[in-house]
C-alpha cells in the first residue's frame, strides 16, 4: 500500500501526462454532460418562462410540480429510465441502454426540472417588475417570453452553469443505466466509485482533482457572471 | 366633467367647445380590498390639451391614469376611447411613463428599439425614430450604455423619448418629474411642451403646482377617490372653488371633516 503522499503524485502523474483512459473518461464525462445541460435548456428555458410569464390556469400548481422535481432522487431517476430503456421497456427496441444516450437521457431528466425551476423564478421577478411597462407597449405572449429570456439572460447562465455542476458530479443514475463499461459509459464519477472499490486509488484521485477543478471552475464562472452583472445593473 | 367649462386654446381643433373628447370616463369606479378608492368618475380628455390632475397622496391619481390607460379594468363604469371600449387600437395610440421609469436590461438604443418593435415600427423607419428619440432626450452619447446605469433623471428623460417614439395619441405621465433637479425637470418639461406642440394630447399627475402653471389646459382634482373640482388651469389654480383644492392652491393641509 502506496502511503496518501505517494497516491497523490502518482494521481497528478496521470493528469499531468495526460493519461490515455483518463483523457477518455474525462472527455466522455464532458459530453454526457454538456449534452444533458443543452439538452434540459432547450426544453427548460422556454418551459420555465412561460410558467414564469404567462397566465393560464394550473400555472401555480406546474411551479410546485417544479420545484418539487428539482429534488428528484437520481437512483430513482436511473431506476426509472433504466425500466424504460431494458429490453423488456417500452423504448427497450431502441437498444440505448448502458450507451452515453442513457446517461444522458437520465442527467437531462435531473437537470431539466432545475433549469425550469430557476428560470421560472428568475423570470417570474422579471416580469413583475415589467409587467406594467409591457402591458402599457401591448406586448403580446411571445414577445414578451422572449424578452424576459434575453432580459434574464445573465442569471440564466449561472442556471445554466448550476444545472451543470449538478449533473457532472451525478453518480447514482449514470451508474445504473450506464452500467459502467470500460470505453463505453464509464464516466468520473462512476470510475471514482469502481476504481475506489477495487482499490486503484491513483486514477480515482486523478479524477477526483479534476471533478473539483470543475467545480472550482464552474464556482468562479458564476462570480464572474454576476460581477459583469452587477457592472452592466442587470440586478 | 362634460360640462368643463372651455377656453382658448393654442391647438386649432380643441378650441371649440364640440370638440368631442377623445378619452371618457363614466361612473368609473375601482374598489381593491374592500375599499372604494375611485368613486363615480366621469370625466372627458380633450385633444391637443394638456390635463393634469392633482391632489394629496393616496388620492387615486396612479389608479386613475391606469384606468385611463386600460392596465387595470375598472369594478364599475367604463372607459371610452374616441367612444367606444379600449382596445388594440387604443392601447397603440396611447403611452405612459411611470412615475418610476421601468427600464430592459438592455442599452438605452436597444430599450427605444424594443418599445418601437412592439408597436409595429422596422426596418429603417425604427431607426430613424431610435435617432430622433436619442436626439430629442439629448441621449446620443449614451446610446450604448446599458439603460440602468443611466441617473434618475436621465432614465426618465429615455422613459419620455420611449414613449414619444412611437407617435402616441395619448401621453400619460405620472409625476415624471417627481425625484429630478430643475434642469432636469425642465428637460422634462420641454419635451413634453414639445410633443403638445406637435397634437400630442397629454395627461399628466403632478404634485408641483408651479408645473401645473406652467403646462396646464385643464386642471382635474382628485380628493379621495372623486373629482372635488374640475376645469380649465386659468380659473382652478387661481380661484378654486372646492374645500380641498383651495386648501391645496393655498399651500394648507386640507383636513376633512370626517376624518378630523
Ligand atoms: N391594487 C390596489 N389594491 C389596493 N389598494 C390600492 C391598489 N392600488 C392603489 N391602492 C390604494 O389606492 C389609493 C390611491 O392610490 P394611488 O396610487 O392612486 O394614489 P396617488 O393619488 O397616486 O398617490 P401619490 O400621490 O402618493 O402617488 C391608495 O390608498 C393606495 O394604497
Ligand atoms: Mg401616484
Not at chain 1, 203 to 228: F, S, T
Not at chain 2, 8 to 17: D, K, M, N, Q, R
Not at chain 2, 81 to 101: C, E, I, K, S, Y
Not at chain 2, 204 to 225: K, N, S, W, Y
Request: proline share 5%.
Amino acid at each position: 500500500m502506496q502511503s496518501e503522499h505517494g497516491i497523490l503524485a502518482a494521481a497528478l502523474g496521470l493528469i499531468l501526462s495526460g493519461d490515455a483512459d483518463l483523457i477518455e473518461i474525462v472527455v466522455l464525462s464532458l459530453r454526457v454532460t454538456l449534452s444533458a445541460v443543452l439538452l434540459s435548456c432547450v426544453i427548460g428555458l422556454p418551459l420555465g418562462a412561460a410558467v414564469g410569464a404567462w397566465r393560464f390556469p394550473g400555472r401555480g400548481l406546474i411551479a410546485v410540480v417544479l420545484n418539487a422535481l428539482m429534488g428528484l432522487p437520481p437512483v430513482v431517476v436511473g431506476l426509472a429510465v433504466y425500466l424504460m430503456l431494458s429490453a423488456a421497456g417500452p423504448f427497450g427496441p431502441l437498444r440505448l441502454l448502458y450507451t452515453p444516450s442513457a446517461m444522458i437521457i437520465a442527467q437531462t431528466i435531473l437537470v431539466t426540472p432545475i433549469v425550469a425551476a430557476l428560470t421560472r423564478q428568475a423570470v417570474e421577478d422579471m416580469d413583475r417588475e415589467y409587467s406594467e411597462q409591457f402591458a402599457s407597449l401591448g406586448v403580446g405572449p411571445m414577445r414578451r417570453l422572449s424578452a424576459l429570456l434575453w432580459d434574464a439572460r445573465i442569471g440564466l447562465l449561472t442556471v445554466a452553469l448550476a444545472g451543470f455542476g449538478r449533473a457532472v458530479a451525478e453518480v447514482g443514475a449514470v451508474m445504473i443505466v450506464g452500467g459502467n463499461i470500460n470505453h463505453v459509459t464509464r464516466v468520473m464519477t462512476t470510475t471514482i466509485a469502481l476504481e475506489t472499490s477495487k482499490g486503484n486509488l491513483q486514477l480515482a484521485l486523478a479524477l477526483g482533482v479534476v471533478l473539483l477543478m470543475l467545480a472550482l471552475i464552474v464556482n468562479a464562472g458564476v462570480m464572474a457572471v454576476r460581477g459583469v452583472s452587477a457592472r452592466a445593473a442587470h440586478a | 366633467m362634460r360640462d368643463m367649462p372651455t377656453e382658448l386654446s393654442p391647438v386649432p381643433w380643441a378650441h371649440t367647445p364640440a370638440a368631442a373628447p377623445v378619452l371618457e370616463t363614466r361612473g368609473l369606479g375601482f374598489v381593491a380590498g374592500g375599499r372604494s378608492l375611485i368613486r363615480g368618475i366621469d370625466l372627458g380628455i380633450r385633444p391637443g390639451r394638456r390635463t393634469v390632475i392633482m391632489g394629496a397622496n393616496g388620492a387615486g391619481k396612479s389608479l386613475l391614469l391606469r384606468l385611463m390607460h386600460g392596465l387595470i379594468r375598472p369594478t364599475k363604469g367604463e372607459v371610452l376611447w374616441r367612444g367606444a371600449p379600449l382596445d388594440r387600437t387604443a392601447r397603440d395610440a396611447q403611452a405612459m411613463v411611470f412615475q418610476r421609469p421601468v427600464m430592459l436590461r438592455r442599452s438605452v438604443r436597444a430599450n427605444l428599439r424594443f418599445a418601437l418593435s412592439v408597436r409595429g415600427f422596422a426596418g429603417a423607419e425604427r431607426a430613424e425614430r431610435e435617432m430622433q428619440a436619442l436626439e430629442q432626450a439629448r441621449l446620443q452619447d449614451l446610446a450604448h450604455r446599458p439603460a440602468r446605469v443611466l441617473s434618475g433623471g436621465e432614465q426618465q428623460r429615455l422613459a419620455l423619448a420611449r414613449a414619444l417614439a412611437t407617435a402616441p395619441e395619448i401621453l400619460f405621465l405620472d409625476e415624471p418629474t417627481a425625484s429630478l433637479d430643475p434642469a432636469s425637470t425642465k428637460a422634462v418639461e420641454d419635451l413634453v411642451a414639445r410633443a403638445h406642440a406637435s397634437g400630442v394630447t397629454v395627461v399628466m399627475v403632478t404634485h408641483d403646482l408651479g408645473q401645473a402653471r406652467r403646462l396646464a389646459d385643464d386642471v382635474i382634482f382628485l380628493h379621495e377617490g372623486t373629482i372635488a373640482e374640475a376645469g380649465p388651469a386659468s380659473v382652478l389654480l387661481t380661484a378654486p372653488r372646492s374645500g380641498p383644492a383651495r386648501a391645496w392652491i393655498d399651500g394648507r393641509l386640507y383636513l376633512d371633516d370626517r376624518k378630523s
